[in-house]
Nanobody, 126 residues
Framework: QVQLVESGGGLVQAGGSLRPSCASSGSPFLTYAIGWFRQAPGEVREFVAVVSGGGGRKYYGDRGKGRFSISRGHDKNSAFLEMNMVTPEDTAVYYC???????????????????WGQGTQVTVSS
């Protein structure tokens, strides 16, 4: 079992930056690809970004492309989402997830991921 914990959310002004993190608890990430998703009130869960187990491949959803950057920690047991030039539309609960066995690159759907953290709130003020 893979256990994930998000942190680093909070309040930020439009145009600013924030860097939520995702860490394994109990089990390391090892070769798992790690995805970031977000869900705003009343909205469906939205794909944000995914990084391969080794950190060499990255894929972004359209709304974060050019502003967000996903990365792995040096020991591969953590992942980060650097959010730049944020807007109020980025306000959501952000979740990290580890991919399921058999999912193929690029994993962009919630069904591609088997393990989820509890989420961290990101609020962007205007």
């Amino acid at each position: 079992q893979v256990q994930l914990v998000e942190s680093g959310g909070g309040l930020v002004q439009a145009g600013g930056s924030l860097r939520p993190s995702c860490a394994s608890s109990g089990s390391p990430f090892l070769t798992y690809a790690i995805g970031w998703f977000r869900q705003a009130p009343g909205e469906v869960r939205e794909f944000v970004a995914v990084v391969s187990g080794g950190g060499g491949r990255k894929y972004y959803g359209d709304r974060g492309k050019g502003r967000f950057s996903i990365s792995r920690g040096h020991d591969k047991n953590s992942a980060f989402l650097e959010m730049n030039m944020v807007t109020p539309e980025d306000t959501a609960v952000y979740y990290c997830a580890a991919h399921r066995l058999g999912a193929t690159w690029p994993m962009t759907n919630s069904a591609d991921f088997a393990y989820w953290g509890q989420g961290t709130q990101v609020t962007v003020s205007s």
